[in-house]
């Protein structure tokens, strides 16, 4: 349950970003709200699901020892995408994200 709980908030992080990029509406505070809490809880949960994958000996629940042993592919593509925001800001450099924040909208217009 409480690994249902993690991936909802997870969803609802990359929701916050997502519309943060396509609609331009300033959800980022949320955002990085939400990766302070959403982070730490996302370990101790994957560290969970690894002991109880790891630990389960009983016979009559093979598909749940499974989906917790798998939750160890979830912690490793989680560990790449959480950090992919603050890797590509890192890529594009201080500069020219000030240079696109600061630029005036009415520059793009071809009219």
């Not at 370990?43 to 009983?58: D, E, H, K, N, P």
């Not at 989906?67 to 560990?79: A, M």
Request: aromatic share 16%; net charge negative.
């Amino acid at each position: 349950m409480i690994c249902t709980i993690w991936h909802m908030l997870e969803w609802i992080r990359w929701t916050l970003l997502w519309t943060t990029s396509l609609v331009n509406v300033n959800l980022v505070p949320a955002f990085y709200a939400l990766t302070v809490l959403d982070v730490p809880l996302g370990f101790i949960i994957s560290l969970y699901g690894f002991i109880a994958g790891m630990t389960s000996g009983c016979s009559t629940q093979t598909e749940r020892e499974r989906y917790l042993t798998l939750q160890i592919l979830c912690f490793c593509l989680y560990f790449v995408i959480a950090l992919a925001p603050f890797i590509f800001y890192k890529i594009q450099g201080i500069e020219k994200l000030h240079e696109d924040f600061l630029k005036d909208p009415d520059d793009d217009d071809d009219e």
